[in-house]
């Protein structure tokens, strides 16, 4: 089993910056891919970034790229995702999920979700 664990959400003005922190415990795998997700309200749930556990390689949503970036820390068990440039549309709850084995981008093969953070970025 995998415990993760977000923090870090928040309200921030557009143009701002967050900094998301996501911990996992319990077995981790060394081919695992950690992913950020987000939903916002009446929306399916979204793949924003994400790296190999190996830190080898990381992969971000068009939607992303520029403004996020993905990173981690094997030591502390943690993957972080830093947004700048935060714009309205960027509100949703975000989630952290791993899995040990899928590498992509389709939500619903990650088996291992945090419970969520909320971003709220106002106009």
């Known amino acids: 089993q995998v415990q993760l664990v977000e923090s870090g959400g928040g309200l921030v003005q557009a143009g701002g910056s967050l900094r998301l922190s996501c911990v996992a415990s319990?077995?981790?795998?060394?081919?695992?891919?950690m992913g950020w997700f987000r939903q916002a309200p009446g929306k399916e749930r979204e793949f924003v970034a994400g790296i190999r556990w190996s830190m080898s390689s990381t992969t971000y949503a068009d939607s992303a790229k520029g403004r996020f970036t993905i990173s981690g820390d094997n030591a502390k068990n943690t993957v972080y995702l830093q947004m700048n440039g935060l714009r309205p549309e960027d509100t949703a709850i975000y989630y952290c999920?791993?899995?040990?084995?899928?590498?992509?981008?389709?939500?619903?093969?990650?088996?291992?979700w945090g419970q969520g953070t909320q971003v709220t970025v106002s106009s």
């Open positions: 999920a791993a899995d040990p084995y899928y590498p992509g981008t389709d939500y619903r093969h990650y088996d291992y």
């Open positions: 319990g077995r981790t795998f060394s081919s695992s891919t």
